[in-house]
């Protein structure tokens, strides 16, 4: 999706206003009218992004994984190769592994802001992992409003409040931010696909379980 598209795209859009969501014309990001996003984020010193981290930072072998948070293969690939690569290679030690955002679409990008603003790694692990658990849940209207509601809705469960979320979707220095890392990301490692992988800088696409630990076992020797 365009960066237009995805940082300021107009109607059917969700603003705050006291303490619930309205159908409104500004966007659901950052509470602005179409066009004004960019302007405003690009008036703010950019919000460094980092890398969200599990394992060992030190460990021979890096996977990086490229993933959408509306992806329903990201989400079965969560529920399944993730656990076991988690068990026998992230918790052991044996490799480093990097969760990378894609964003395809708003709601994407508007889970990932609030995922990431305690920045927290702990937090945003446990958070990404809900998310891929009730992903069917927070999507399933297809309605902006009802999508940002749903996320809310989540994140007070994991511990967040109304004031750090209000705080976290009209962050438009932080909506840009992500974008211009993803894009610049996704350009970099020819990424189009999600769920995609990385090991040790060669792109593979999403496997079975037997087949990631065939690649991780000859990295590790």
Request: hydrophobic share 45%; with cysteine.
């Amino acid at each position: 999706m365009k960066r237009r598209m995805l940082l300021a795209a107009g109607g059917g859009a969700a603003l705050v206003a006291g303490a619930g969501w309205f159908v409104s014309r500004p966007d659901p990001v950052t509470g602005l009218l179409p066009g004004a996003a960019s302007a405003q984020a690009s008036d703010a010193a950019a919000p460094e992004i980092v890398d969200m981290v599990l394992g060992d930072p030190d460990a021979a072998v890096e996977v990086i994984e490229y993933a959408s948070y509306t992806c329903p293969h990201c989400a079965t690939f969560h529920a399944d190769q993730f656990q076991q690569i988690k068990a026998n290679y992230i918790d052991e030690g044996k490799i480093r592994f990097v969760y990378r955002e894609v964003y395809f679409d708003r709601p994407g990008l508007w889970a990932s802001m609030i995922a990431r603003s305690p920045n927290n790694q702990d937090f945003f692990f446990a958070f990404t992992s809900t998310l891929y658990e009730k992903q069917r849940e927070w999507l399933a209207s297809g309605d902006p409003a009802t999508i940002v509601q749903e996320l809310r809705r989540l994140a007070k469960v994991a511990g967040l409040d109304d004031a750090a979320l209000d705080a976290a979707l009209s962050d438009a220095a932080k909506a840009e931010a992500l974008y211009t890392w993803y894009q610049a990301n996704a350009d970099r490692d020819g990424i189009t696909s999600t769920p995609s992988f990385l090991i040790d800088g060669r792109q593979y696409g999403n496997m079975a379980y037997p087949a990631f630990a065939d690649i991780l076992d000859a990295r590790i020797g």
